[in-house]
């Protein structure tokens, strides 16, 4: 079992920086691929980025190129969320994921175990 707990969010002007820390309180990531997903109201849950079990491959959506990026510390049982040039579309709560899979994937069903997710408001 893999316990997930989100950090970092909070409320950011537009063209600000946040980043997003996901640690396993219980068990380990090593070993899995982490994903971060975000779900704004009324909006179904898409993915931000998503990175291998040991960081050689990372997934980005073409909107999050460039401004978001995704690392992982195995030692500190961490995944990080580096996010810049924040616009108010980008308010969501953002959660991350593990997937019992070395490759990462796109889709959220694919990822078993989920943090409660972190709150990310972007003020225009």
């Known amino acids: 079992q893999v316990r997930l707990v989100e950090t970092g969010g909070g409320l950011v002007q537009y063209g600000g920086s946040l980043i997003l820390s996901c640690v396993a309180s219980e068990g380990t990531i090593s070993g899995l691929a982490m994903g971060w997903f975000r779900q704004a109201p009324g909006e179904e849950r898409e993915i931000v980025a998503a990175?291998?079990?040991?960081?050689?491959?990372?997934y980005y959506p073409d909107s999050m190129k460039g401004r978001f990026t995704i690392s992982r510390d195995n030692a500190k049982n961490t995944v990080y969320l580096q996010m810049n040039s924040l616009k108010p579309e980008d308010t969501a709560v953002y959660s991350c994921?593990?997937?019992?899979?070395?490759?990462?994937?796109?889709?959220?069903?694919?990822?078993?175990?989920w943090g409660q997710g972190t709150q990310v408001t972007v003020s225009s």
């Open positions: 990175i291998s079990w040991n960081g050689a491959d990372t």
């Open positions: 994921a593990a997937r019992s899979h070395i490759i990462w994937s796109r889709l959220p069903s694919a990822y078993e175990h």
